[in-house]
């Protein structure tokens, strides 16, 4: 099971909105809305983001938001603020060799 | 408040053996799911594997790189999760977190613990 294909950078000022792209199979992403998003903090443990595609957990700012086409699933950044320079990972449900599959990682960089 | 926070990390060399642990509170642990991640050096999340609750008879299943050589394990009157690691190779090394596992999600995870694979 080959990773999820996610850009490896995104850059964008601050207020600006930046989407962050993650491309799978019908087997993933396109087959299930078990779509998840992590942010990592430098040094820290992922934090859950995004849940089902486009449900956000209690305590997360609805700056954040999911969305999926196809085999692409999306995580957008509203109002871009300094705090969330970070990695940011999207996972699925996968019915490969493999219960979970996570994406190649994309870094948020806030100019 | 939900902490994880795992232990037993460390320097192991190629063949060896290491058994990670995961203490839990917060939550009711044998309710749940539980899961491992990894994070070689510098790279992405790999999810390792997984092990189910008492009701679903504590089933497991595992990364194919893993498989036959990674062991997870729980015991609920501890509140504790286990990863054994057998047969230890040099690209097993990582940043081993335990994560809780709800509804297709990991929405609680560990700190993180070392583990180094080196002669």
């Known amino acids: 099971q080959s990773a999820l294909t996610q850009p490896a950078s995104v850059s964008g000022s601050p207020g600006q909105s930046i989407t962050i792209s993650c491309t799978g199979t019908?087997?993933?992403?396109?087959?299930?809305?078990?779509v998840s998003w992590y942010q990592q903090l430098p040094g820290k443990a992922p934090k859950l983001m995004i849940f089902d595609v486009r449900n956000r957990p209690s305590g997360v700012s609805d700056r954040f938001s999911g969305s999926k086409s196809g085999n692409t699933a999306s995580l957008t950044i509203s109002g871009l603020q300094a705090e969330d320079e970070a990695d940011y990972y999207c996972?699925?449900?996968?019915?490969?060799?493999?219960?979970?599959?996570f994406g190649t990682g994309t870094k948020v960089t806030v100019l | 408040e939900v902490h994880l926070v795992e232990s037993g990390g460390g320097l192991v060399q190629p063949g060896g053996s290491l058994r990670l642990s995961c203490a839990a509170s917060g939550f009711t642990f044998s309710d749940n799911y539980m899961g491992w991640v990894r994070q070689a050096p510098g790279k992405g999340l790999e999810w390792v594997g997984r092990?189910?609750?008492?009701?679903?008879?504590?089933?497991?299943e595992y990364a194919a790189s893993v498989k036959g050589t990674f062991t997870i394990s729980r015991d609920d009157s501890k509140n504790s999760l286990y990863l054994q690691m057998n047969s230890l190779k040099v690209e097993d090394t990582a940043v081993y977190f335990c994560?809780?596992?709800?509804?297709?999600?990991?929405?609680?995870w560990g700190q993180g613990i070392l583990v180094t694979v080196s002669s």
């Open positions: 092990i189910r609750n008492k009701v679903e008879r504590y089933t497991t």
């Open positions: 019908s087997s993933d992403v396109g087959g299930y809305n078990y």
């Open positions: 994560a809780r596992e709800f509804y297709f999600k990991y929405d609680f």
């Open positions: 996972s699925s449900y996968t019915t490969s060799d493999t219960l979970y599959v």
